[in-house]
């Protein structure tokens, strides 16, 4: 194959590459609604009100987590978390879930038992049936791979692009946990090296590990905006952080943001581990990642109905694309949020 | 984790591992029609006379490719057919796929492109629409995930379990050719290792190349049959090899199966590269794998039928399950058949 000017991948970063692999894939079957582009691809039953929904999330060891200090059981928890999220994020349900593994022959059936075991909760746990899969040798690490599908009705489908000018811009939870417990345990991983008997000290940074190793999906909230007849405008899985997340949402709607950091929700241990750190607990908020609650925005009349619901803050609002997306400080000052690029290590 | 006991892949087997993964896993959702167990989960759309087909297919680098000898516009190829054809093998056709790539930040972009060119060929011949996907880093190889989605007539839905007492086993083109492509390549890769300036000799092997870098899905055959009104009792796709896929078959319709040694299809140049080899053809068709042709049943009273659409061979009948699954030499000695263990290396 000649090269003549070979592209680093890191210089177009990851939402670059999608975009340029993709760009010539017109759809050709009326029923693919909505393909590449958001959390899943829609795809229109016969005759229903309803729309299919289905997403995909590779998990590869290594870069997506660390088997020295991930359990197993909460492995498959948190794959299958990440893609049903992705269904959430639609506005959807999960409904079907198909689970395909790369495994070395040095792992044990027992071992892949503890991750099937987690995959088993998870679904119970969220309604979600296992409907397929595969299991193939690997000769490198462990992949995981998880294909979700699901519905949702044609008037309650949220995507991307629908955000407007002045909407409200609001999250569930809080923001930077889940990067905080992956700070929190490569650091004992490192101290702990060369210790026999190691004893890793979380204590005070429980809600930091079950952040990240135990991540919830939002089911609550989608059934939640349902119950209260609120349809969001646009709605994303926090999985990058905040900054990617919502350049997604502008980059799709065509609009900037204006978001307060004094507004962005973060844990009491969040903060008290940075600080520990000498680290910025909005940093980890903005750019951290995986905390898998969502991100949407509703018109701004909606503000009192969705503050009544609880668990939900309102970080910012939407406003004209020329304006970009800026974060605004206490002090009044505006930072542009950048996206992060391609990351080789979680 | 404490494990007592460890049990080795090796010693259950891929299709034992998958068993005892997923035994636990009862459908809650009445959608799911069919789960776990056959090439492809089976989904109820609302109000309609079609099912959703899905379908999930990993490829890992080292296992199922080789970079050295595999040009990646016809392992993206590939990877499409693989997914495509577990939805023909259900008797439906694909509409939509999702890729999803696990890559190393040593990979450029043009190589990906080039990966991509392959899956964007495959899409446009076989009318499926890209819907989504990911691309995520890789500390190892590469990783193709490919999730194809698609429907059929609920009246043509063909599962494994379906063939009965005196039915015909009917197999579409010819079996171990992809095999021997494969050994073919690892021949001239392991003769050219030191060489400067390699030259690998194929001539007269193209088309064992051809059938192992780039297959073809068999959509010319489920449109034959559904031209010929023909619903299949059994189907499943041949990426196991012959014994295997046909045990599938046994296994899923409780049933036994005799097949006739002489009635295998087997191309000419897969005959002439195993003699060369001083190995048995034979071999190669039944254990061979990734041929991805069609392994179909048949009630008794179509012989005729199937025999004048052309390019299907009839290569014996299902049997009582007691019977088991046997292979029938020219002088009438019986062999039983044996499915394939988890294989670490392609």
Known sequence: MAEKHPTEIASI?????????????????????????DDAAVIAPAGADEVSLCTTD???EGVDFDLTYF?????????????????????????????????????SVEALEELYEGIRVACRELGV?????????SVTGLAIHVTALGRVRREALTCRD??????????????????MGLHLLEREKRVLRDVQNPEPQFK???????????????????????????????????????????LQICKASKCGARIYL???????????????LHADPVVAA?????????????????????????GIDVIGHITAPEAGAMLVTPDGSEIRLKAQGFREEA
């Open 13 to 37: 970063g990851e939402f670059g590459l999608i975009d340029r692999l993709t760009r010539d894939f017109a759809p050709v079957n009326s029923a693919t609604v909505r393909g590449v582009g």
């Open 58 to 60: 590779l998990l590869m």
């Open 162 to 179: 629908g955000a407007r000018l002045h909407d409200l811009i609001c999250i569930t939870g809080d923001l930077g946990a889940a990067y």
């Open 71 to 107: 359990p197993l059981r909460h492995l498959g928890y948190k794959a299958v978390v990440e893609a049903v999220s992705d269904l959430l994020a639609m506005n959807g349900r999960a409904e079907q879930l198909l689970v395909s593994l790369g495994v070395s022959s040095k792992m």
């Open 129 to 137: 049936d296992l409907a397929g899969g595969d299991v193939k040798a």
């Open 262 to 276: 004094d507004k962005i929700p973060i844990a009491r241990q969040t903060t008290a581990f940075a600080e520990e």
């Open 204 to 246: 005070g940074y429980e809600y930091l590990l079950q952040r990240y190793l135990k991540p919830r999906a939002r089911r609550d909230v989608v059934e939640a905006l349902a119950e209260e007849k609120i349809v969001p405008t646009a709605m994303i899985d926090l999985s990058d952080g905040l900054a990617s997340d919502l």
């Open 286 to 310: 903005l750019n951290g990642g995986e905390d898998h609650e969502l991100l949407f925005t509703v018109p701004l009349a909606m503000q009192e109905q969705v503050m009544r619901m609880g």
